[in-house]
């Protein structure tokens, strides 16, 4: 696309211009929206550089200036502030040309306010400027549980909250944290403070990945113990001592030099892009995350710089290594190790390795870029061909990228809710989930349940555009009441039931699932039969994730909502057991707890209880049970039309 004359005489104009000093320069669009920022030491000359024989030799360059009728700058005394100011243009503007690192709020950490009078660790999705230390990011949950499980094996920290602390500082004895020996027992004062702190300060060390001075330190107080003949404390630090040694031995070793480093890798495939960074401290690899980006339409020098300028931002309480170790250049390291070195309070040098020991730690993190990224894209492919399925098998108008589930649950005809969750090619949506508790709908009755929430759906229309497949969690039923309303409101929209086959098919014909030997039916509107797809396929199993998704949601809603509302109040809600039934359980079984244990036949023999009720306590507690053990709700017909 060529530039009309015109237009290239006066942005000439402009960028003769510009400063030659440092700042931060934004291209705009006709729209005045901004394309791209960027950072420079010389803002003429990096500007100029844009349109100088077709750009500056790198191939995405044509495609944004083709777009820029205007560029504006904001001068800054050094490089280091272009670089904070580029950081924060890139948050307000999201301009689609930068690579934009979102927070952490995706990513698990662990936080620890040393402030406290017994510190504990917690686990957070979101790094603060709040005086608190912060370990991570942990990309697993589970990987980030086990590491903790290991490390209250070696220094043991209370894990309670403050409320369940003091209530068992109440009561005088410690729970049974203490008996195991997973906990100092701090509520009851058997642990001293000065103790306390230095299972605090192994603590920070060992997740520092500090082994070296950690064992060095726990050495020294086991000598010093025996020498007073303190057997009992030197024999648990010489245990301690080893399970530190045994967790480091474990750890890759990746460099002789005892140094702490963060090293980035950078891996790219047309517009995907992905950086991964390895956290080396004292030569091991203690941790990694991966952070992927589409739609890149810059050089990797400048995906490098802008992702180590939002990666160290002030907005983040990332621990500072010595040396940052980045797989390409962008020509502003000095800039980031100015910002690093103020940040850390020491010297910290950035670099591009170019052989050595260095140089193999950054192949082995574009190793590892390369091998996410490519399991990235065929996890996206997988995702367009589950799509693509979908929409031949199914009969729908569009790909269903964005798809809907409606979910109803309750208790024994109690407590009815119901839920929605969101994904978009493929990968649940948050933004999109919502939770509905039943208003005007008999709790028990799962069709007028499912036209409420349908309806309350239609009615935000305007507001929230109907997405391109809406499924419900039901059969013919549950897919019948959306047919009605979408009719009844004048909308076209692809919808589909999905339900486990009945218990009378041909054991022969059942699949293996998650929810036991039974197979999944699609229902469509207008159309009797139901459609089946092999267990194998893309798009039922992509259909699986999202029903199974919004059952947990319910569910979870469910649960919450019952612990929130209390034993008593829940039991008032169970239709047909009014205050005069109420008070001759009560009365005649002595507590909530006789109730809710009670068979059936103690129940009928209360005053006033008939056997219908006594069926639907003993039926409503039961599935209480099973709701807090499994996570799931007892149903007699769990294939519903």
């Excluded at 400063?19 to 931060?24: A, D, F, I, K, Q």
């Excluded at 952070?291 to 400048?302: A, C, K, L, T, W």
Aim: glycine letters at 8%; hydrophobic letters at 40%.
């Amino acid at each position: 696309m060529a530039v009309d004359e015109p237009l290239a005489q006066r942005i000439a104009e402009r960028i003769a211009g510009l400063p030659t000093g440092p700042g931060v320069y934004l291209m705009k669009s006709a729209r005045g929206k901004v394309l791209y920022v960027g950072k420079a030491q010389n803002l003429r000359t990096r500007v100029r550089s844009y349109w100088n024989s077709g750009g500056d030799g790198r191939i995405q360059i044509p495609k944004l200036v083709a777009r820029v009728v205007d560029v504006g700058v904001l001068v800054t005394p050094t490089v280091k502030d272009a670089l904070l100011l580029e950081n924060e243009l890139i948050k307000q503007h999201k301009p689609p040309f930068n690579v934009r690192l979102r927070d952490d709020k995706q990513y698990l950490a662990l936080r620890l306010d040393p402030r406290d009078d017994w510190p504990r660790l917690t686990m957070v999705r979101r790094f603060k400027r709040d005086g608190a230390q912060y370990f991570g990011p942990y990309t697993s949950s589970s990987g980030m549980k086990h590491s903790l499980s290991n490390l209250r094996r070696i220094f043991p920290l209370r894990t309670c909250s403050d409320g369940v602390f003091k209530d068992y500082a109440r009561r005088g004895r410690p729970c049974i944290e203490f008996e195991i020996g997973r906990c100092p027992g701090p509520c009851c004062d058997k642990v001293s403070e000065e103790t306390y702190r230095e299972l605090l300060r192994g603590t920070e060390l060992f997740l520092r990945g500090r082994s070296a001075e950690l064992v060095k330190a726990l050495e020294r107080r086991m000598q010093d113990a025996a020498l007073e003949e303190r057997f009992e404390d030197a024999a648990r630090l010489r245990d301690r001592i080893q399970a530190v040694e045994h967790t480091v031995e474990r750890q890759q070793i990746v460099s002789d030099r005892q140094v702490d480093r963060d090293v980035f890798g950078l891996a790219r495939t047309g517009g995907e892009a992905l950086v991964q960074v390895l956290h080396v401290r004292e030569g091991r690899v203690i941790g990694s995350a991966e952070y992927p980006f589409s739609d890149v339409r810059i050089e990797d020098g400048d995906v490098m710089s802008s992702f180590l300028g939002q990666y160290y931002g002030l907005d983040h309480e990332r621990q500072v290594p010595a040396e940052v170790l980045a797989s390409a250049s962008a020509g502003d390291e000095p800039a980031l190790e100015a910002l690093l070195c103020e940040r850390a309070g020491r010297k910290v040098t950035v670099r591009v390795p170019k052989r050595g020991a260095g140089r193999e730690l950054v192949a082995m993190a574009m190793k590892n870029a390369e091998v996410a990224l490519a399991q990235r894209i065929h996890n996206r492919e997988s995702v367009e061909a589950a799509l693509v399925e979908l929409k031949e098998k199914l009969f729908l108008s569009e790909l269903p990228r964005r798809i809907e589930c409606y979910d109803v649950s309750n208790l024994q005809g109690t407590l009815a809710v119901a839920s929605r969750v969101t994904f978009n090619d493929g990968l649940p949506d948050k933004s999109g989930y919502r939770r509905y508790r039943i208003k005007d709908a008999p709790a028990g009755d799962d069709l007028a349940c499912m036209r409420e929430v349908i309806a309350r759906r239609f009615e935000r229309i305007a507001k929230e555009p109907l997405p391109d497949l809406l499924v419900v969690d039901g059969g013919r039923g549950q897919l019948a009441v959306v047919t009605a309303l979408a009719r009844d409101t004048e909308l076209v929209l692809d919808h589909v039931g999905i339900a486990k086959e009945r218990d009378t098919e041909s054991p022969s014909e059942r699949v293996k699932r998650s929810g036991g030997l039974k197979a999944e039916r699609l229902f469509l509107p207008n159309r009797v039969n139901p459609v089946l797809l092999l267990p194998s396929s893309r798009g039922l199993l992509l259909l699986q994730r999202v029903r199974d998704e919004a059952h947990r949601f319910a569910i979870e809603f469910q649960r919450s909502l019952r612990q929130k509302i209390g034993l008593t109040s829940i039991l008032e809600e169970i239709p047909g057991i009014g205050p005069g039934k109420r008070r001759a359980l009560l009365r005649e079984l002595g507590s909530l707890r006789q109730i809710r244990d009670a068979e059936p036949e103690t129940l009928e023999a209360v005053s006033g209880v008939s056997r219908k009720d006594a069926r639907r306590i003993h039926g409503f507690f039961r599935a209480v049970a099973s709701l807090d053990e499994r996570g799931e709700v007892p149903v007699e017909e769990e294939f519903r039309e």
